[in-house]
C-alpha cells in the first residue's frame, strides 16, 4: 500500500530533522497542554462545587427580607406558615458572632438562634443528644447545641452534652452536639453554637426576623411552596422588592449555568491557543516546503505523482500535530498528578484546594483537535509543493 | 521512439529573448545510444528535460512511442518519468537522507508495488552497478563515482527503456568516469535507448551516433559545423 510507504516516509522525514520537527510540535504541545489545563482545573473545581452542593437538599427555600424594612416578621407568623399550601416546616434565623467561655478557655463563633425543625430543613445531623424542642423555644430554656469546632476549641473533646458554656454573661447547657461536616466552598461547617430563638432575641437584643427558612413536602412541590411564601410575603410587605424567596434548587441552576459558561469560556481560551500553535505548524511546514523544493523535484522526476506528494507532506504534519498532542497530554498528566499535589497550601490560602480533572472527553477532543489541525494547516503546504514543476524545483538551490 | 518536429523553448531574460531551443527535430530510434555533444549554455540540459517529461516545449510537437506528450495530464507524465525513463544527472541527485538501498527503492515505491517485488528489484540494480555491500549507506558516506553508481541503479531500478544521462561523467575523475561509461555500454547492449549529454569530446566517441547542439539548433557532427562549435 502506498499509504503505508507514505507514513515510513513521514516519520523517517520526522527523525530525520529532530530539532526542526521539535519546534513545530511545541505549539501544539503547548496548545494541547493549556487547553487540558485549563478545562480541567475548571471541570475539577465544578465537581468540588457540586459535591458541596449536593449535600444540600434541594428542597430548601429561603427566604430575606431586603432593603427598607416596611414590615416586620414575628416568630408566630412563620410558624403560622407551616403546613399551609405545599410549605411543610419553616424556622427563622438571627445570627451573630459572640465569644463562648467554658472554664477558662474561650472561643469566638457564630450564634444561631432559631426554632425546631431549623436543623431538618438544614439537613444539619446531630451526632450525639438532641436538637431545638418547641418547649425550649416557648420557655426559653437555657440549652445549646454546639459543632464539633466549638467542642474541640472550648473542652478539648467531643463527650460535652451536660456541660454548661457561658454566652454574653448567661449559663447555657449543651444539649446536642452536631455530626461534623467539614468545609464547604472554604467555609467550616463545624464552627456554630445554635440557642433557642427566644433567647437569641434577647441576647442579640435584636428582635428583627431578616431570614427565615423553609422546606417543601416534597421535592415536586418546591415551586409551588415557593408561590405560597411569596403570596405571604407580599401581602406583608407590599412590595415584591423588599424580599426574596429563593430555593436551594434555583440556586443549583444559577450556579451550573456559571459553570457551564466558565467551561465554555476557558474552552475558547484555550482553543486560541491550539490555533496559534496549528499556525506554527503551518509556518514550520511552508519553511520545510521550501527547503525541500530540490527534493520534491527529484522526488517527481522519479515519478512521484501530485498526490504522492500531498499525501507526503500532509502524513507529516497530521503525525507532527498527533505526537504534539500525545506529549501534551503526557505533560498534563505530569501537571495533574505531580505538580497540582506538590504545590503547597501556603499559596492557595485557607482551605484553598486546587483539583484538575482529565477527563475522556477532554482528552479525545484535544487529539482530534491536534488531526484537525494538522490536516487543516497541512494541506496547504503541501497542496504548494505538489504544485511545483518538477524542472523548476529541481533547479532550485 | 523519440520524435521532436519544431522544438522550441525560449526564455525571457529581461529584455533579452533566449533561444535555449531553436526549432529542434530529433529522432532517437529505439536501442539507439545517441551522444549529444555541444558548449555550456548551449541548450543541452533544456532539450533533455523536455525529452524527460520534465519540462515543456514552448513550440512543437513532441511524440514518445507514438504518444503525443503535450496532450498528457501531469499525472500520465508522472508515469512516464516513473516506467518509461530512468535519469541520470550530472549532480547525482541522490535524497541525502535516505539510503542508498531507499534511494533506488524510491521510483518502485511509487510505482505500488509490493515489498518483496522491490527488495528484489532494488538488490539486482545495486548488484548491477556493484555496490550490493553499500546499500546501507548514506550519499555523503560515499564517493562520488560510487554516488552516481546509485543514481545510475535507481534509473534502472524501473527497467526503463529509455536511459538519459545529462553529464553523467561531468563531476567524476577518469577512472570513475570510465566506469560509469562502462555501464552505459552494458545497458545499451541489453536493449536500452541511450541519450547521453556531454561537453566532452571524447566521451561522445562512445556513441552509436553523435549530435551537436549549438545556440539551441542541433546539427549531426558529420554536417559541416559552424567554425564556433568545432572550436568550442
Ligand atoms: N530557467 C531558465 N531561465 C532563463 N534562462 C534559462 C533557464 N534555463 C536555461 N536557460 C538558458 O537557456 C540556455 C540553455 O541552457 P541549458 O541549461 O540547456 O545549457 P547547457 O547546454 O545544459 O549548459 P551546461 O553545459 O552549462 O549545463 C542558456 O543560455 C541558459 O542561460
Ligand atoms: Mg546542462
Known amino acids: 500500500m502506498k499509504i503505508i510507504q507514505a507514513f515510513k516516509m513521514a516519520f523517517k522525514a520526522i527523525a530525520s530533522n529532530k530539532m526542526r520537527s521539535f519546534l513545530t510540535m511545541l505549539g501544539i504541545i503547548i496548545g494541547v497542554l493549556s487547553f487540558t489545563v485549563m478545562v480541567g482545573i475548571v471541570q475539577g473545581s465544578t465537581q ?13 427555600i429561603t427566604t430575606r427580607m431586603m432593603g427598607r424594612r416596611t414590615a416586620t416578621l414575628t416568630m408566630e407568623e412563620i410558624e403560622d406558615l407551616r403546613g399551609k399550601g405545599s410549605v411543610n416546616l419553616t424556622a427563622p434565623l438571627i445570627s451573630t458572632t459572640l465569644t463562648a467561655k467554658a472554664g477558662v478557655n474561650t472561643h469566638s463563633t457564630t450564634v444561631e438562634g432559631t426554632t425546631d425543625g431549623y436543623d431538618q430543613i438544614r439537613g444539619l445531623e446531630i451526632a450525639e443528644g438532641r436538637f431545638l424542642t418547641e418547649s425550649d423555644v416557648q420557655n426559653r430554656t437555657s440549652v445549646a447545641i454546639v459543632g464539633v469546632t466549638v467542642a474541640d476549641e472550648l473542652f478539648g473533646q467531643r463527650d460535652v452534652i451536660g456541660e454548661t458554656i457561658n454566652i454574653d454573661g448567661r449559663k447555657y447547657q449543651i444539649v446536642g452536639i452536631f455530626a461534623e461536616k467539614g468545609s464547604s466552598m472554604g467555609v467550616s461547617q463545624d464552627d456554630h453554637i445554635v440557642i433557642p430563638f427566644t433567647l437569641a432575641q434577647r441576647t ?19 415551586a409551588a411552596a415557593v408561590e405560597t411564601i411569596e403570596a405571604f410575603m407580599l401581602e406583608k410587605t407590599g412590595n ?7 430555593s436551594q434548587e434555583a440556586t443549583l441552576e444559577t450556579m451550573n449555568t456559571m459553570v457551564s459558561t466558565m467551561t465554555l469560556l476557558t474552552g475558547f481560551i484555550a482553543s486560541i491557543s491550539l490555533l496559534v500553535g496549528g499556525i506554527g505548524i503551518m509556518n514550520i511546514m511552508l519553511v520545510s516546503v521550501s527547503e525541500r523544493t530540490r527534493e520534491i523535484g527529484i522526488r517527481k522526476a522519479i515519478g512521484a505523482q501530485r498526490l504522492d506528494i500531498m499525501l507526503q507532506f500532509i502524513i507529516e504534519a497530521v503525525v507532527l500535530s498527533l505526537m504534539g498532542g500525545l506529549i501534551g497530554l503526557g505533560l498534563s498528566a ?9 504545590i503547597p497550601a501556603s499559596l492557595m490560602g485557607e482551605n484553598g484546594s486546587l483539583t484538575m480533572v482529565i477527563s475522556g472527553s477532554v482528552l479525545t477532543m484535544s487529539l482530534m483537535f491536534s488531526v ?7 494541506t496547504y503546504p503541501a497542496l504548494k509543493a505538489s504544485k511545483l514543476l518538477p524542472i523548476e524545483a529541481l533547479r532550485y538551490e | 521512439m523519440i520524435e521532436l ?13 533566449i533561444h535555449a531551443l531553436d526549432h529542434v527535430d530529433l529522432t532517437v530510434q529505439d536501442r539507439e545510444f545517441v551522444a549529444i555533444i555541444g558548449p555550456s549554455g548551449s541548450g543541452k540540459s533544456t532539450l533533455m528535460n523536455i525529452v524527460g517529461c ?38 547525482f541527485n541522490l535524497l541525502g537522507k535516505l539510503t542508498a538501498y531507499e534511494n533506488v527503492e524510491l521510483p518502485l515505491i511509487y510505482q505500488g508495488i509490493s515489498m518483496s517485488e522491490r527488495r528484489e528489484l532494488t538488490e539486482q540494480a545495486l548488484e548491477r552497478v556493484g555496490l550490493k555491500d553499500r546499500m546501507k549507506h548514506k550519499p ?48 545499451h547492449q541489453q536493449g536500452n535507448s541511450i541519450m547521453l549529454i556531454t561537453h566532452d569530446e571524447k566521451v561522445s566517441m562512445e556513441a552509436q551516433r553523435r549530435l551537436a547542439i549549438y545556440d539551441g539548433k542541433v546539427f549531426p557532427v558529420e554536417a559541416d559545423l559552424p567554425e564556433e562549435v568545432l572550436n568550442a
Do not use: C, W
Request: aromatic share 8%; charged share 25%.
Open chain 1, 334 to 342: 505530569v501537571v495533574r498528578y505531580v505538580v497540582i499535589p506538590n
Open chain 1, 372 to 378: 484537525v489541525i494538522g490536516v487543516i494547516f497541512g
Open chain 2, 140 to 187: 555523503k558516506e560515499l564517493s562520488g563515482g560510487q554516488q552516481q553508481r546509485v543514481a545510475i541503479a535507481r534509473a534502472l531500478s524501473t527497467r526503463p527503456t529509455l536511459i538519459l544521462a545529462d553529464e553523467p561523467t561531468g563531476n567524476l575523475d577518469s577512472k570513475s568516469g570510465y566506469d560509469i561509461m562502462q555501464m552505459l555500454h552494458e545497458l
Open chain 1, 48 to 60: 468540588t462545587l457540586t459535591d458541596s452542593m449536593s449535600n444540600l437538599d434541594p428542597n430548601m
Open chain 2, 54 to 91: 520534465l519540462d515543456y516545449a514552448d513550440e512543437g510537437e513532441y511524440f514518445l512511442d507514438g504518444e503525443d506528450v503535450s496532450e498528457l495530464s501531469s499525472r500520465e507524465l508522472a508515469r512516464i518519468r516513473n516506467k518509461k525513463i530512468g535519469f541520470v544527472f550530472q549532480q
Open chain 2, 5 to 17: 518536429k519544431q522544438i522550441s523553448k525560449r526564455y525571457q531574460m529581461g529584455g533579452d529573448i
Open chain 1, 240 to 246: 415584591e422588592d423588599h424580599f426574596n424567596v429563593q
Open chain 1, 204 to 222: 442579640f437584643r435584636n428582635t428583627n426576623i431578616s431570614q427565615f427558612y423553609a422546606n417543601a413536602t416534597t421535592e415536586n412541590d418546591v
